[in-house]
C-alpha cells in the first residue's frame, strides 16, 4: 500500500504522536472538539468570493478544513476548504488575543474548525476573511498527503476515497457532475409522465439480461436468491399492470470481470413506455444524453476517450446489417443460407462463440462484435439485431431472423440497449426455452425461464418501447474520464490481504 508523504519534516509516527497529544491536553482542559455537535454557518468559500463587494467589512462564519497554514510573526495566513472551495483565512494576534493565537498556533492542517469575522481583501488583492474567532471542531489525527503532490495513487485514491475528496478537489466536480446527471434524467422522464418505482434488488430466478449473478442465500426462506441482473421483468411486469409509464433507476449487480469500463455493481436507468416502440427509445436516449450535456456543460461537443464527441442531436441510426456493409464489407443482406453466412463472417477472420448456434443471425452479430463496435466514435444507434441475441424482443415484421432492438454507441461504447418488447407469451416462452439449451451446452449468462413472468405476459401486455441505459457511463462522457472507478464513489477492489 502506497505511503502519505507528510508536511512536515517529522516522522509520520512522531506527527501522529504530536496530533495525539494535543487531543489529550485539549480533552485534559475541558476543551474536547468531538464534544461539539453543531456550529452555525451563515457562508461558503466561493459565495464569499462571488460576492465579495457586497459582504466586503461584514462578518461571516464558515466552517471547513485547514488544509494548508504559514505563520509571519504575529500573523497566521491558512486555506480553509469547505464543499464550495477554498478562501484564506487571516489570523492576527491583535485580533484573536494572545492566549486564542497561541491556540491557533496548535492547530493542524487537515483540522477542522468554524471560524468568524469580516471579509476583506489583503495587501496582495485576495479575498480573505479577518478571523475574529476560530473553533476547533474536529482533530485531525492523521497528516494528508504533502500539499504540493497531493494523493496521485489511483489505487490508494479509490481504496480512501475520503482522503481523495479532502486533497484533490476536482474530483469532487464528477460527483457534481453525477447527482446532476441523475437530476436531469429523473426531470426528464417526469416531465415525460413516467412514474419512479422500485423492484426487489434479491430474487429467485436470475433474469432480465445475459450475465452471470452473484448468489446469496435466505436463511429464514432456506433458498437462494439472485442479486439482480437487470430490473427487466419486473417493470415489465408493471405494464402489464397498466402502470404504462415507469422507469428506476437503481444498482444492478453483474458477477463478471472488472476493467476501466465495468464495476460488478453499477448503476442503470431502465424505463419502459406502454404504446410505443424501439424508435420512441432513441428519441428519449438521444434527449436524455443531449439535454443533459447542454445543461451541465453549456455545450453538445465534448472530449472523451481522446476524442472530439459531438452529441448534437440528429444521431445516426443504422441497421446492424448496414453498419457491418459498411464497416466490414460483408453483405448480410444477401446472404440467406447459415452456413454461407458462418462461412462469409470465417472469410474476414471473425469466429463464432463455441456455445451459439452456427446461424445467419449469430454471424451477423460475431462481425459487428468483433469488428464493427470499434469502429464507431460519434454517438450512433444500430438497430435491428438478430433474434439469437435479444430473447426479450419483438421480431421485425419485414424480417423474422431481426429484432426490433438498438443499442447506442460512443466513442466505441456501448451507452444503453433498447427494444420493442416481445410481448407474445408462446414466442416468449420458445426463445426462453432456447436460452436455457444455450446454458447447457456452457452458456452461463443465458436467461433462464421465468413462469411468473410469462404467466403475467399471458394476461396480456401492449405493444411496449423499453430500454436501459448505463448511468455510469454516462457520467465519465460528461466528465471526461477513462474509468469507471472515476465515476464510482466506492469502486468494488480487491482486499489487500489478497494481493
Not at 7 to 31: I, M, S, T, Y
Not at 233 to 238: F, I, T
Not at 447 to 475: K, Q, S, W
Amino acid at each position: 500500500m502506497a505511503k502519505f508523504v507528510p508536511q512536515a519534516e517529522l516522522p509520520l509516527v512522531d506527527q501522529v504522536r504530536v496530533r495525539h497529544e494535543k487531543l489529550q491536553a485539549l480533552q485534559q482542559e475541558g476543551r474536547d472538539p468531538f464534544q461539539i455537535t453543531k456550529f452555525d454557518v451563515t457562508h461558503h468559500a466561493q459565495e464569499i468570493k462571488d460576492r465579495f463587494e457586497e459582504l466586503e467589512e461584514q462578518s461571516v462564519r464558515l466552517a471547513g478544513r485547514i488544509m494548508s497554514k504559514r505563520g509571519m510573526g504575529k500573523a497566521i495566513f491558512a486555506d480553509l476548504q469547505d464543499r464550495s472551495g477554498r478562501v484564506q483565512l487571516y489570523i492576527k494576534v491583535d485580533e484573536m488575543g494572545e492566549e486564542a493565537f497561541a491556540e491557533c498556533r496548535k492547530l493542524d492542517v487537515g483540522d477542522i474548525v468554524g471560524v468568524e469575522g469580516p471579509v476583506f481583501k489583503t495587501q496582495r488583492g485576495e479575498i480573505s476573511v479577518r478571523t475574529r474567532s476560530v473553533t476547533l471542531l474536529s482533530k485531525s489525527l492523521l497528516p494528508l498527503p504533502e500539499k504540493y503532490h497531493g494523493l496521485q495513487d489511483k489505487e490508494l485514491r479509490f481504496r480512501q476515497r475520503y482522503l481523495d475528496l479532502i486533497v484533490n478537489p476536482d474530483v469532487q466536480e464528477n460527483f457534481r457532475i453525477r447527482s446532476r446527471f441523475i437530476s436531469y434524467m429523473r426531470r426528464y422522464l417526469d416531465e415525460q409522465g413516467y412514474i419512479e418505482v422500485e423492484t426487489p434488488v434479491l430474487n429467485t430466478i436470475s433474469g432480465g439480461a445475459s450475465a452471470r449473478p452473484f448468489v446469496t442465500h435466505h436463511n429464514t426462506l432456506d433458498i437462494d436468491m439472485y442479486m439482480r441482473i437487470a430490473t427487466e421483468l419486473p417493470l415489465k411486469r408493471l405494464i402489464v399492470g397498466g402502470m404504462e409509464r415507469v422507469y428506476e433507476i437503481g444498482r444492478i449487480f453483474r458477477n463478471e470481470g472488472m476493467d476501466p469500463k465495468h464495476n460488478p455493481e453499477f448503476t442503470s436507468v431502465e424505463l419502459y413506455e406502454a404504446y410505443a416502440d424501439f424508435h420512441r427509445m432513441m428519441d428519449i436516449a438521444e434527449g436524455i444524453l443531449s439535454g443533459a450535456a447542454m445543461e451541465i456543460l453549456g455545450s453538445y461537443k465534448l472530449s472523451w476517450m481522446g476524442y472530439d464527441i459531438d452529441l448534437t442531436p440528429g444521431w445516426p441510426r443504422l441497421t446492424m446489417i448496414e453498419a457491418v456493409k459498411r464497416y466490414v464489407g460483408v453483405d448480410f443482406g444477401a446472404i440467406s443460407d447459415d452456413a454461407e453466412a458462418v462461412a462469409a463472417a470465417k472469410a474476414v477472420g471473425v469466429e463464432l462463440n463455441p456455445a451459439a448456434e452456427p446461424t445467419w443471425g449469430n454471424a451477423l452479430y460475431a462481425c459487428f462484435d468483433q469488428k464493427v463496435e470499434e469502429q464507431l466514435i460519434q454517438p450512433t444507434f444500430i438497430t435491428m439485431y438478430p433474434v439469437e441475441v435479444s430473447p426479450l424482443t419483438k421480431r421485425s415484421p419485414e424480417d423474422p431472423r431481426l429484432t426490433e432492438r438498438f443499442e447506442f454507441f460512443i466513442a466505441h461504447s456501448e451507452m444503453g440497449n433498447a427494444y420493442s418488447e416481445l410481448n407474445d407469451p408462446i414466442d416468449q416462452r420458445g426463445r426462453f426455452v432456447k436460452q436455457m439449451e444455450q446454458r447447457e451446452r456452457g452458456d452461463d449468462e443465458a436467461e433462464m425461464i421465468d413462469e411468473d413472468f410469462l404467466n403475467a405476459l399471458e394476461y396480456g401486455m401492449p405493444p411496449t418501447g423499453g430500454m436501459g441505459i448505463g448511468v455510469d457511463r454516462c457520467v465519465m462522457l460528461l466528465c471526461g474520464v477513462d474509468s469507471i472507478r472515476e465515476v464510482i464513489l466506492f469502486p468494488t477492489m480487491k482486499p489487500l490481504d489478497k494481493e
